[in-house]
Structures are given as C-alpha cells and as structure tokens.
C-alpha cells in the first residue's frame, strides 16, 4: 500500500478547541490525487466541487506550457482526516511537524478538495510531478468541512484591472505584459478580449486583427467584431462564462473548426471574416450550443463536446453562402444581421430537407446561382 510522508508547518488562527489547524506543505500533483477526493455535487448530494471544466483545465495547463518561468503559487484547500500517529507535533513553533500516512485501494481517501480541483487537474495534466503548494484543514467535522467551502467560494474577488496596473509600475512593462499574456490578462481595460484574442497563441484569429499591433497586410478582422462576438456570448447569461478561460476557450473552439472546415474562407477576400460575418456566425453558432447546453445534452465548458456539435451544426450549412454575390452591398445594419441571421437557419432547413440550400434566401439571386450550379453533360461515351 502507498505511503505519504511530508514535512509540514503548523499555524492555529484561534485559540478555541473546536477551530481546525492548519497544515502548509507541498507535494506532487498527481501524488495528491492518489489520497485526496474530488467529490462533484452532481455526483454526490452535498459534495463541495462544481463539475469539472475541461476549459479551466486546459487553460492551467497551457499557462504552465506557455512561459517555463509560470509558476501558480496559490494553495489548493484540503481536509485531512489523520489518525492517531499520522501527524507530528513540532517541537518548537518555528520547527516542522510531520505527516505520515498509508492509504488502502478501494478504502475512502482521507483527504478532500475543498478548493483547486481545476489547478490540481490541470498541473497533474502538464506534470504529475509538479509541486503544488498545499493548506490542509484537520480537525474538521462534516459540518466544518461545508462552512470552509463556502466561505472560501462564495468571498473571493477578482483583482481589479486597476490594481494590476499599479502593480506594473513597479516593473518593466513591456515585459510584464509578455508574460500577463500567458494568463489571458490585459493591462489595459479598454483593450478588454480583443488584444487577448489577438496575441494568444491558440487563438484562432492571432496575428489578425485590423490594429496598429498588427503587419499590415495581417489586417482582416476588425476588432468590434470580436467584442460585439464575446459580448453576445456574454449576453447568454451562462454561469460557466464568468470565466475568461471557458468564455475565451467557447469562442475560439468555434473559429477554431470553422477554420478547419472552411478553409478556403480564410482569407482577406472572405465575406465571412468581415464584421457583420464573424458576428453573425458566432451568434448563430453561439444559439445552437447553449440551446443544447439548456436541454442538457452539452457540456458547455468542455472544448471537444463543442468542436463535435459545431461540425454537426457546419455539415447542414454551405460555405457558398458566403462567397456568392449578395443582393446589397451592406449587411452591417440591425435588420441587415438579421436577415443573415435568418438566412443561416433557412440554409440548414434546406439543406436537411434535401432543397437546394440557396431556396428562399432573399440575400442572394437564385437564378444566377442555379445557372452556375448545373453540372455540364456528361461526355458522350468512348465505343
């Protein structure tokens, strides 16, 4: 059976014999997972963690691959259930105590992630090996181990982009910014997704947003598309975009298979990478996920669920819409979207229906693309 064995520091914030102590240490990731559980609410009534978000998890792991100076030095909470033995009391308060524990298969793990399943996923996932600083709570009772959940999930606030500004004072900024860029953080608020968009390196629209950041002949997507994009995936109301990394990682999962399907609408030539383009379908694409997500059948903060519903959703439109003549030469309107916006559903209707997939789209001539879309006469057969 494995054994654990860990030096630790001791720290009692209350003299009462019912508050908990604290133990700080650090061990490996994966080494942690082997004796602590991740017990899931919609796995268990009453479990302390949310489900699972493979974008927090990817996103921590890309952080640690991007930059080898990132480092995460926040603790993840556990409880510790230890029995007689298994921990040494310092013997002098500036000494370490020790931790000494086995843990059967298939018995219950005496430990419990109270807060950091997402930074314990997504570490193990980049190193099993990696250290991850640790706060374990011991002396906790059921009803302890839910206060200390809630309290330290319902009372954290995000840094203000202010405060991160004052913070680059005291540094180089140019520098500060490189390596903020790996965390999906901007110092400059007015900037807001569009430069995180443009700069990350798994964004699918890197290197190509129309700003002075950006090689001239790179400039194709205009940045309002972006914002008005995120901001209508926002406008969703979907708990799981609070976070950037699950919004951001939503929004580029999108692009990302529409790049890869339609490639040949890749270039600065495309309708489709115009602004009214990239918004209309992201908005289009953005309604048919969460409706899935709203009935149940998608997880919406998991990248490959996504990537498989949009090649679903893609293989019942046709990329021509986008590259035949159009009956105006300005769509970017209120009602101009919306026709768009109409047109895409009444393409997956015809298409799904076995029609030509350009009937009763009022956008584009159908005569003109009947014309073009006949095949020619087979050749007369060789004898």
């Not at 270039?267 to 694409?285: A, D, F, N």
Request: negative net charge; proline residues 6%; charged residues 25%.
């Amino acid at each position: 059976m494995p054994r654990f064995d860990y030096e630790c520091l001791v720290s009692r914030q209350r003299n009462n014999a019912g508050a908990p102590t604290f133990l700080l240490f650090h061990a490996p990731a994966g080494e942690v997972l082997q004796w602590a559980a991740i017990k899931r609410l919609e796995e268990e009534t009453g479990a302390p963690q949310r489900k699972t978000s493979p974008a927090k998890v990817n996103a921590i792991r890309r952080f640690l691959d991007t930059d080898d100076r990132n480092t995460i030095p926040t603790s993840v909470v556990v409880t510790l259930d230890l029995r007689n033995g298994e921990f040494t009391e310092p013997i002098a308060p500036s000494s370490v105590g020790r931790i000494g524990f086995e843990w059967n298969e298939g018995t219950p793990k005496p430990g419990l992630v109270i807060d950091g399943q997402h930074r314990l996923y997504g570490i193990e996932e980049f190193n099993r090996d990696t250290q991850v600083n640790l706060v374990a709570i011991t002396g906790a009772d059921d009803m302890e181990k839910a206060f200390q959940f809630l309290v330290i999930n319902n009372k954290a606030s995000k840094v203000s982009q202010d405060h991160i500004r004052a913070l680059a004072l005291q540094y180089d900024v140019g520098a500060l910014k490189e390596r903020l860029k790996t965390a999906r953080l901007n110092l400059d608020p007015n900037v807001g997704y569009v430069g995180i968009v443009n700069e990350g390196e798994d964004s699918p629209f890197r290197q190509m947003i129309a700003w002075p950041l950006t090689p001239e002949a790179n400039r194709i997507v205009t940045p309002s598309a972006i914002e008005a994009s995120i901001t209508y995936i926002q406008q969703k109301r979907v708990k799981d975009f609070d976070s950037d990394d699950v919004l951001l990682e939503f929004f580029y999962t999108i692009w990302r298979r529409i790049h890869v399907l339609w490639p040949d609408l890749w270039t600065p030539e495309s309708r489709l990478l115009t602004k009214v383009g990239v918004i209309c379908m992201t908005q289009y694409l953005t309604d048919a996920l969460t409706s899935s997500y709203d009935l149940g059948h998608l997880d919406i903060s998991d990248p490959e669920q996504i990537a498989t519903l949009v090649d679903a959703i893609l293989a019942n439109q046709e990329r021509k819409f986008w590259r035949v003549p159009w009956t105006s030469t300005s769509y970017d309107t209120k009602v101009g979207r919306a026709l768009i916006a109409q047109s895409l559903t009444q393409i997956a209707r015809n298409v799904r229906a076995g029609s030509p997939w350009f009937e009763d789209i009022e956008m584009v001539d159908a005569t003109e693309i009947e014309a073009d879309e006949v095949e020619p006469p087979a050749p007369p057969a060789q004898l």
